[in-house]
């Protein structure tokens, strides 16, 4: 059976890149495009009736109406944003995420890495290789080497970069939500990472750097739970 294809919506204004846009989609099964519309008004109620997997939001106007516009689309429980921009620099990513983006996806890059973004977008992850490039180091920490995380912190920054609350982290691992509070804050203190935010940003890199392989989901054991809460 084949699967269904992923749905993409443009929140676009210059018709030429919603048909370039079109006729690259259509290149891919396993895309669809699901329309478009350039007025923010006229884009939500679009996305509210279509409900596209994916909605790809212009940053045209200024960061003010995409974020803005980002937001709401992120509260509908089925469509996924991606910030569509022409440039972008780690507090602009950190915003994105903040409202809700999924990603980050400079408007220059190639149609192949469009398409590796709606999948890495439409898989559950995140996208935000444009900002990442951009965060500079904490000055208290820019000498140092990426750090080593433990099993257990790999864990939760994974789950983190996917979205997960940290109540929603401690149900997919079977620990406490202040057992997970403890391990983000050595996170933070390891990498730092500002917030949680920064943390997805960059979690792609943190993981690659500890090349071992993660510790099975079990529970932790013993009394570093509940003392924590």
């Keep these: ?17 919603v048909e370039g846009l079109r006729k690259a989609l259509e290149r891919y099964t396993e895309f669809e495009f699901a329309g478009a519309a350039g007025l923010p008004g006229e884009a939500l109620e679009a996305i509210r009736r279509v409900a596209p997997d994916i909605a790809l939001v212009d940053h045209e106007d200024g960061p003010g109406p995409a974020l ?18 022409k440039g972008v620099d780690g507090v602009r990513a950190s915003e994105a995420l903040h409202a809700g983006a999924r990603g980050v ?49 790999r864990q939760i920054v994974a789950l983190l970069s996917q979205g997960l609350k940290n109540t929603e982290i401690a ?6 939500p202040g057992t997970v509070k403890v391990h983000l804050m050595h996170v933070f203190e390891k990498t730092g ?4 935010y920064e943390l997805a940003i960059r979690s792609r890199k943190l993981l690659a750097a500890d090349h071992g392989v993660d510790a099975p989901a079990a529970a932790d054991p013993g009394a570093d739970g509940s003392a924590v809460e």
Excluded at 171 to 176: E, F, G, N, Q, R
Excluded at 193 to 196: E, F, I, Q, V
């Design 105 to 153: 996806l400079e408007k220059w890059q190639t149609l192949e890495t469009l398409v590796e973004c709606l999948r890495v977008v439409a898989s559950g992850q995140l996208w935000f290789d444009a900002g990442e490039r951009s965060i500079p180091p904490a000055p208290d920490r820019s000498h140092r080497r990426t750090p080593r995380l433990t099993p257990r912190e």
């Design 193 to 196: 990472a500002r917030d949680r």
């Design 171 to 176: 149900k997919a691992l079977a620990i406490s």
């Design 68 to 85: 803005e516009l980002a937001a709401e689309i992120s509260a509908l429980p089925s469509t996924q944003v991606i910030l569509w921009v």
């Design 1 to 17: 059976m084949a699967l269904k294809p992923v749905s993409v919506f443009a929140c676009e204004s210059q018709p030429v890149v």
